[in-house]
């Protein structure tokens, strides 16, 4: 077999002006290929290559920041995932995402601080913040218009002389009893079968202390069975008071009685 080439450029497929570079650096053979694809277009420094090594960035990664920004050398781009203190695939991901959150926003990028900001992280994370807080609202907006008419269905008081029931009132409820409790009820299924009709999310709250959580319920809306009753991290630490369960279970009789008397 015959070698592809000899000399520095008929073995790597790269100009001997960077012979000097290659010398001192001590480059993988993935960073070879970078600085190879980025030479076809323009100068790659010796301060460009350590950076490439540095932050393992790609041409892959450079054309992919391109397509977003619709401008930048490649020079620029590399100097800017530096400065950003981002590794090449961590900056793209993180600049896609600033990107996209900001076409949901409907805010367009189209100037220099907006395109380049001074610190992508901090304006990736308020970004993040006002889509947490419209998603909020829409959330919101969706569990009082579908829970205005399935809690005319429901039996909004039960209690005893121990326990009570208290019904979610906000979307946002779903997610602090969660919290309070240390279980899954904040999961987005859980809220969604809430307001869909299929099974009831309750919490039962000792009649004293009707603002302190205490085990959350679900219920189904289907055949009225309790489907799990919990307390505070699935009941690990403590088990359930079998009046709790019982309690629960009233409830749903309560909801099968009510439903039969107003349909």
Known sequence: LKPAGSGFYGVLGISKQYLPIYRKLNLSYHNHISIRSFAKEEFISEELAEIIIKRNI???HV??????SGKGSIGKIIRYIDKQDFYGN????????????????GAELRHKYDIWPKSL???????????????DQIAEKEFLEKTSELYKTIPREFKNKKLMIKLPEHAGDFGAEGQNL????????????????RSLICFIRKTESPDESFVCCEISLKNYKVIQVHGYKNDADKPLPKEVKKFAE????KIKSFRK???
């Open 58 to 60: 790609t041409k892959e």
């Open 63 to 68: 054309d992919g920041i391109r397509n977003l």
């Open 90 to 105: 961590e900056f793209l991901n993180e600049y896609r995402d600033y990107f996209s959150m900001a076409k949901q926003l």
């Open 121 to 135: 992280r901090e304006e990736h994370d308020k970004l993040s913040e006002k889509i947490n807080i419209l998603k």
């Open 182 to 197: 240390k279980i899954c009820v904040g999961s987005y299924n859980y809220r969604y079968n809430h307001i869909a009709g």
């Open 250 to 253: 009233e409830y749903a009789e």
């Open 261 to 263: 008397e107003i349909s």
